[in-house]
């Protein structure tokens, strides 16, 4: 499988975002916003992106007490994670730089 960079997933909250829901079949906004450690409005802010992009799935049951949101990745969403980490894994197996162009640290 080749990766592909997504700059949807790219931006780092995203990105731990999906990482956490393609572990899960879905999370609870709090618990999102608790393990990155940020404002709801950045939770809500990032989560917008991905729906937009068709990447999450945004719903709130209804039951008894307190309305609770939970998100969930898409199929869509799952692929464009699973090619995003591709590509970052193929740039550490071969960040493209040939053998001998660089000395003491620097390219040339």
């Given at each position: 499988?080749t990766?592909?960079?997504?700059?949807?997933?790219?931006?780092p909250?995203?990105?731990?975002?999906?990482?956490?829901?393609?572990?899960?079949s879905?999370?609870?906004?709090?618990?999102?916003?608790?393990?990155l450690?940020?404002?709801d409005s950045?939770?809500?802010?990032?989560?917008k992106?991905?729906?937009?992009?068709?990447?999450?799935?945004i719903s709130?049951?209804?039951?008894r007490?307190?309305?609770?949101?939970?998100?969930?990745?898409?199929?869509?969403?799952?692929?464009?994670?699973?090619?995003?980490?591709?590509?970052?894994?193929?740039?550490?197996?071969?960040?493209?730089?040939p053998?001998g162009?660089?000395e003491q640290?620097?390219?040339?």
């Amino acid at each position: 499988m080749t990766g592909r960079f997504d700059e949807v997933v790219h931006a780092p909250n995203r990105l731990r975002i999906c990482a956490l829901l393609a572990a899960s079949s879905s999370a609870e906004f709090a618990v999102l916003r608790d393990i990155l450690g940020v404002a709801d409005s950045v939770v809500s802010k990032h989560l917008k992106v991905l729906q937009d992009a068709g990447y999450v799935a945004i719903s709130k049951p209804t039951g008894r007490g307190r309305v609770k949101t939970w998100v969930s990745l898409t199929a869509e969403g799952r692929r464009a994670y699973a090619g995003h980490v591709q590509a970052l894994k193929e740039l550490l197996d071969d960040p493209g730089i040939p053998v001998g162009s660089h000395e003491q640290g620097h390219l040339r």
